[in-house]
């Protein structure tokens, strides 16, 4: 080595706790796949651990169980959820089309196979058997109600909504428009979104706007 070079930095070493968050960021995107490719009672320690090349022991070490590692991954998609609520960049639309543009983003993600296709897995297996998933999700449903509403009455007072909507009821109604689109696309996987997508927009435009 001539003088004055430099020999190349070793990476910093990471401290326990960041592999320990790293591991656990693995083993949920690990869980994702699996209920996403096979369902969620697919989801044990043992999958989970191969899919993420880890051993069953690590995931149940920071789990703890199987509830614990299906909790973790529902609050990983909610944060999913809220982070695409960003995505439509509100304040650049009037209230209306942010209304739009937050529908249409929902179809087009339960139309994906991976994470929003774990989220209606998980939100089927939640309304058939599980009391306290429903209560996450429900929680999780209320906070996309709100901000719908929030976005119908931004239109109103730009002049895109119309002024005599009830916005908390119609935040909710457009919830559960997208909830039945989750349940008839768990039913049949096979379901074509684009014409529901685009009948679905235009009769939210024609009852929604000004």
Do not use: W
């Not at 001539?2 to 990476?11: C, D, F, L, M, Q």
């Not at 909610?78 to 982070?83: F, G, H, L, T, Y």
Request: one cysteine or more; glycine letters at 10%; hydrophobic letters at 45%.
């Amino acid at each position: 080595m001539t003088e004055g070079a430099r020999r190349p930095s070793r990476p910093a070493r990471r401290t326990q706790a960041e592999r320990r968050t790293g591991s656990a960021r693995g083993l949920v995107q690990a869980a994702i796949e699996v209920v996403a490719q096979e369902g969620v009672s697919a989801v044990t320690f043992d999958n989970v651990g191969r899919q993420a090349g880890f051993s069953r022991g690590l995931a149940s070490q920071h789990f703890g169980s199987k509830q614990g590692l299906i909790e973790a991954v529902i609050a990983h998609l909610q944060v999913r959820e809220q982070a695409r609520l960003a995505e439509i960049a509100a304040d650049a639309r009037s209230g209306l089309e942010a209304v739009l543009a937050y529908v249409e983003l929902g179809l087009a993600d339960m139309a994906g196979k991976g994470e929003g296709q774990a989220y209606v897995k998980l939100l089927s297996s939640a309304v058939a058997e599980g009391a306290d998933m429903r209560a996450t999700f429900a929680a999780n449903h209320a906070k996309v109600q709100d901000h719908l509403a929030q976005l119908l009455r931004k239109g109103q007072a730009d002049g895109s909504v119309r002024p005599d909507l009830d916005c908390e009821a119609t935040g909710l109604m457009i919830g559960c428009l997208l909830f039945g689109f989750a349940m008839q696309l768990h039913v049949d996987p096979n379901l074509a979104i684009a014409p529901l997508r685009e009948i679905g927009l235009s009769s939210l435009r024609r009852s929604l706007e000004a």
